[in-house]
């Protein structure tokens, strides 16, 4: 073992950070773009036209079952050999989005069935319409529901960013094979590229955790609904104040 740690990693501390940022830049574009697409097909899954209903059902059983990596091959081998020719990190994010969007489709689905009807009556009998019902009725009570399997899946994108090796696409896991033909010192190399992912993975799965035990407890996230929630208790406070003042009149 006094032999292990020979690398010179100074001389690849600048490559292995733009590496880190390529790997960040690939989970974050294709996370925002498999929730928006998982989305989209959750809705269609949901229709009441039965058209929408199987193509959805077809493209989310489609992508359940086709590795990743065949996925990440027709993207970037399959589709310049028919005259489409996609960047690397366009067909990376690509093949990610679509892989991950068939899981997310299934999760949202499920969440928004979730979500008792009595909800949408209510809404109704406030005269809500059916965009209004849905942005703040059903959505709210569905991404409560849809938060602990999204944040497994957020991690396991990340993860997932290292099968683009195969197409060389500068990530981290690239940059290691790249150390690695280099310095000819797999071992290390591997050892300190799969540290490097434990400290992405870990410490985001924490806050991920913390989010989900924040939301379950009702503890208000955004600006607007912290000051919706203050001006509530400022509401019920002063109703009970004046509450409190009426009865003391009354007992004089």
């Given amino acids: 073992m006094s032999g292990l740690f020979q690398v010179p990693w100074s001389d690849y501390q600048s490559d292995l950070i733009d590496a880190l940022w390529r790997t960040v830049s690939y989970t974050v574009v294709s996370f925002v773009g498999a929730v928006l697409l998982g989305l989209a097909v959750a809705l269609l899954r949901l229709s009441k036209a039965w058209p929408a ?5 077809l493209y989310t059983e489609v992508f359940k079952n086709i590795p990743l990596l065949a996925i990440i091959f027709l993207a970037y081998f ?12 366009t067909a990376g994010c690509l093949s990610l989005v679509v892989f991950y969007a068939a899981y997310l489709s299934e999760i949202f689905r499920s969440a928004i069935s979730g979500v008792h009807a009595g909800q949408t009556e209510a809404g109704e009998a406030l005269g809500l ?3 209004g019902i849905f942005g703040h009725v059903i959505l709210p009570q569905a991404v409560r529901l849809a938060l602990p399997g999204t944040n497994t899946f957020l991690v396991d994108l990340l993860k997932s960013t290292s099968l683009l090796v ?5 990530e981290l896991m690239s940059e290691g094979r790249l150390i690695t033909s280099s310095t000819f010192r797999a071992l290390e190399v591997y050892l300190v590229i799969s540290a490097i992912y434990f400290a992405l ?5 924490q806050l991920l955790l913390l989010l989900e035990r924040k939301v379950r407890a009702g503890v208000p996230l955004s600006p607007w609904r912290r000051r919706r929630v203050r001006a509530a208790r400022s509401l019920l406070v002063a109703d009970l104040d004046a509450g409190a003042d009426r009865k003391e ?3 004089v």
């Fill in 78 to 89: 399959g589709l310049a050999s028919a005259g489409l020719k996609l960047d690397v990190f």
């Fill in 201 to 205: 993975c870990y410490p985001l799965s």
């Fill in 249 to 251: 009149a009354t007992t």
């Fill in 129 to 131: 319409g059916k965009t």
């Fill in 166 to 170: 195969t197409i060389s696409a500068a």
């Fill in 53 to 57: 209903r199987a193509v959805a059902a």
